[in-house]
């Protein structure tokens, strides 16, 4: 299944897909505002200077069989939320975060899938071996998900819904 997984950098023609996701129930449950309307002109400001590379997350889609099923974006954490994560020893330190965006596709596995290769491409390709992500704290298949690809609970942020989760190899 892994080898029908592709990362491809997300293009302007991808816009349009992103507003139907981004307006998918379970998608605002867990990665984004419930109650907010995903217009297309907040999409594009949102997404456009990422695919141009005017932002410092790089956006992909990931595909399954040809078929795009999902977003997950990329970063570098900056210096001072490094040093904190890392108690004053500055390190590079990755993030990221995803979402399958097709209904289908969901409750298969393929998030398992998509983070375990998600970790190996930040470790051979950018020679990054520690990540921190944020979770909300209700999304439980998100957090088993992480939890099966060697993520740990590190604590909560505070004054939100975010589980702090860590990977370091």
């Given at each position: 299944?892994e080898?029908?997984i592709?990362f491809?950098?997300m ?9 139907a996701?981004?307006?998918e ?8 505002n ?7 002109e ?12 005017e ?10 069989e040809?078929e ?8 570098t954490?900056?210096?001072?939320e490094?040093?904190?994560?890392t108690n ?7 993030s ?24 190996t ?5 950018r ?12 999304n ?6 992480y ?6 609970i ?16």
């Amino acid at each position: 299944m892994e080898q029908q997984i592709i990362f491809r950098d997300m293009n302007l023609e991808d816009l349009e897909m992103m507003v139907a996701w981004r307006n998918e129930e379970d998608v605002k449950k867990y990665y984004g505002n419930p109650s907010f309307d995903y217009s297309h002109e907040y999409i594009i400001n949102k997404y456009k200077p990422r695919i141009l590379k005017e932002d410092k997350k790089v956006p992909i889609i990931i595909e399954y069989e040809h078929e795009p099923i999902g977003y997950l974006q990329f970063y570098t954490l900056e210096k001072e939320e490094i040093l904190k994560i890392t108690n004053g020893k500055s390190s590079e330190v990755g993030s990221f975060d995803l979402f399958i965006g097709s209904s289908k596709h969901r409750n298969k596995g393929l998030g398992t899938i998509i983070t375990r290769k998600l970790i190996t491409k930040f470790e051979e390709n950018r020679g990054i071996h520690h990540i921190v992500i944020k979770v909300l704290s209700n999304n439980h298949r998100a957090i088993k998900c992480y939890e099966k690809c060697g993520f740990r609970i590190r604590g909560q942020e505070n004054n939100r819904n975010l589980i702090l989760m860590e990977y370091k190899r």
